[in-house]
């Protein structure tokens, strides 16, 4: 069955950092694009960071500079390393492959990510 595991949420102060995992099982890793979202109580699910099966990365805005997602096909595992973190990022994070070929994609149970002084 497919699985995506994320692990790395928690509690952190404005401007400190966390760094976020997400392990993939039962798909072709490499050849899925694969993205953090993430949802705020009250407001849509808002996607965050991008990296394709190609290894390009997109940031939204508010977080560009700050936020770096990475994969490593071998662990067939993609990070979201958070930096300077603000009240505002406080969110659930979720993991999501996406198929871009087949449509198919696949979503984590998401992981709550709190700043907080």
């Known amino acids: 069955q497919v699985q995506l595991v994320e692990s790395g949420g928690g509690l952190v102060q404005p401007g400190g950092s966390l760094r976020l995992s997400c392990a993939a099982s039962?798909?072709?890793?490499?050849?899925?694009?694969m993205n953090w979202y993430r949802q705020a109580p009250g407001k849509q699910r808002e996607l965050v960071a991008t990296i394709t099966s190609g290894g390009s990365a997109n940031y939204v805005d508010s977080v560009q500079g700050r936020f770096t997602i990475s994969r490593d096909n071998a662990k067939n595992t993609v990070y979201l390393q958070m930096n300077s973190l603000k009240p505002e990022d406080t969110a659930i994070y979720y993991c999501?492959?996406?198929?871009?070929?087949?449509?198919?994609?696949?979503w984590g149970q998401g992981t709550q990510v709190t700043v907080s002084s």
């Open positions: 039962g798909i072709i890793f490499r050849i899925y694009d």
């Open positions: 999501n492959a996406l198929n871009t070929w087949s449509g198919r994609g696949y």
